[in-house]
């Protein structure tokens, strides 16, 4: 058993390499609270890295162990996950304010299994409704809603009108069927910035070349002609076949 508290401030060590990774700062959630996922560390230089749970080789009292370096990964993008909702705000799902979570209690798999709040009431993972940036949700003990039924409706996007009022863009059926079919026309491809590419008539191309719906324009070791350049300039891929020509 062990609690998110705990966690934090941890040093991560590096069992191969012998080394200090880096210090715990932040602890992320599955969407649904369900499961540890990953931990946000700092190591030289403020550099963030992130150590998914199934990475852990060890969690001792004083440091979390990884059997080598490629356990962590650079942090590149704000993580997908659910932020740990330590000093969240908890209420129930008709508004009735529960108090502040205090700690997280998760098992040796990292599932989660209860919250404990500040006027030492502990709720059951089961009784979870919902868990957002600042607040967390439960369910009152006879509540049989489901707040996943709650999911908005995927409006649609608005333009203003010359009067000003908003209106709503409808789908044109061409453009539906087109993403359907996977297919490009030609008047969608921009038209070629190179005027003139005969310079590239007799070389031989390095590489397959392909149009947008995938069919092949001219093939590696080719020779460059003038009719396989006036069907690739059609298709708007002269810069791709100057870099791959020799």
Partial sequence: MYYCNEFLSLNVLSLYEGELIGVVDKLYFDKKMRKLIQLELIGDNDTRLILPTK?????????????NNQAVSLKVEESEYCLCP???KA?????EYLGIVR???INEKFLTEKFSLDNNQTISIKSLASCGKNTIIFYDENDKVNVNKFIPNKMP??????IGQPAKILPIKDEEEKEKKNVVALEDIKKPTIQN????IGRICTKDIFNFNNELLIKEHAVINKKNLKEINKYGKLRE?????K
Wanted: hydrophobic share 40%; glycine share 6%.
């Fill in 197 to 200: 590419a005969d310079f590239l």
């Fill in 103 to 105: 700690e997280i209690c």
């Fill in 241 to 245: 076949l100057m870099l791959y020509c």
């Fill in 157 to 162: 996007k608005l333009f203003k009108t010359e």
């Fill in 86 to 88: 330590i000093n969240s």
């Fill in 55 to 67: 990475n852990i080789y060890h969690i001792g009292k004083n440091a979390i162990t990884v059997k």
């Fill in 91 to 95: 209420y129930t799902i008709k508004g």
